[in-house]
């Protein structure tokens, strides 16, 4: 029970799991298991691992080890904004 | 590229009580693809004027039942969803989801153990996915499960949870009451710290696999923990909700 909270007004601390959904929507796969490293301090978390925060009019990732911003993705009517740029990568493994 | 998971039509096919606030909803989905223990799914609520909301509520059934899962889902007074779902919708009902979806916070017998399973409230509900996939698979993974909860009455799925158990083979449920406790409690009477996760842990050792789900505070506590006690920390999988109490 990811979004417990119930009540979109309520900054909410979650983690990246709570956007899986968007993201598997965008990627076409899950993403929770996939590793990134962090453009800030280097630390790699997968993106379940980060934090997330939803309460604002798009979701933010933070890294959980320096809490700089990894992702963003904002969902506007004429598409979805991703902007990774504090991400140095993320790795798609192969299956 | 085909949406690998589109919104679908599920029916409600039957609705539990767990607690006085926890009711537990079986999803009828022709075509569900089976999921893994601790994948959620994502639940759509469209109104006529086409305002729409999105949750995503944690599989609390295991992969071997066909064409239908349970979600567990807990009443917060002041949400957007989970008063409609208790108060509002009836067996026979249709409602939209999406899923399976996640596969970060998994877990699989081939992944072996032993397991620690860590919940805080509702935090159960993904974890009890897990144990009862145990169960059915037939695994004897040393297990055990620390739930914290407030009041003995806001224990979910205590029954089974106690069945599970007495099966003797392997799996132990531990719980902690953190504001009330009956005449006679012998569990643990407080919010989950070191020292608990210490003594918890101590009978599976440091290889053990943990997951930890729960509200934000409890998932830090308890990881940070964790590790401290030696734990490596991609051991140990977190999943974080809300700011509800535990």
């Known amino acids: ?95 | 590229m085909a949406n690998p998971i589109a919104w679908q039509l599920a029916t409600v096919a039957a609705i539990r009580d767990e607690t006085p606030t926890v009711r537990s909803f079986t999803l009828a989905l022709p075509g569900w693809p089976g999921h893994r223990a601790g994948q959620h799914v994502d639940l759509r609520l469209t109104a006529e004027d086409g305002y729409s909301v999105e949750r995503s509520y944690s599989i609390a059934s295991e992969p071997e039942r066909d064409g239908e899962v349970d979600i567990s889902v807990e009443r917060i007074a002041d949400g957007e969803v989970s008063p409609f779902l208790h108060d509002v919708v009836v067996a026979g009902d249709r409602l939209e989801v999406r899923g399976p979806i996640g596969g970060y916070f998994v877990w699989e017998p081939s992944l072996g153990g032993p397991l620690l399973l860590v919940a805080g409230g509702s935090g159960v509900v993904p974890l009890m996915a897990m144990v009862r996939h145990r169960h059915r698979a037939g695994s004897h993974v040393p297990t055990r499960l620390l739930s914290s909860s407030r009041h003995e009455e806001e224990i979910i799925y205590r029954g089974e949870l106690d069945d599970f158990a007495a099966a003797n083979d392997g799996f132990e449920v531990i719980h902690t009451l953190t504001r009330s406790r009956p005449a006679g409690w012998t569990g643990y009477d407080r919010r989950i710290d070191d020292r608990m996760l210490a003594e918890v842990i101590e009978p599976l050792g440091i290889t053990t696999r943990a997951y930890i789900c729960g509200p934000t505070a409890l998932v830090e506590v308890a990881a940070n923990a964790l590790v401290r006690l030696g734990l490596p920390s991609d051991r140990v999988r977190t999943e974080r909700f809300g700011p509800t109490g535990t």
């Open chain 1, 1 to 95: 029970m990811l979004d417990h909270s119930d009540d979109p007004a309520v900054e909410r601390e979650l983690d990246g799991n709570a956007l899986a959904g968007l993201f598997e929507s965008l990627f076409g796969g899950d993403m929770t298991a996939v590793p990134g490293r962090c453009a800030h301090c280097s630390t790699v978390n997968m993106v379940g691992a980060m934090r997330a925060y939803m309460g604002g009019p798009g979701a933010v990732l933070r890294c959980p080890a320096c809490d700089e911003v990894v992702l963003r993705i904002v969902q506007a009517a004429e598409g979805t904004y991703v902007d990774a740029r504090g991400a140095a990568y993320l790795v798609f493994r192969r299956t």
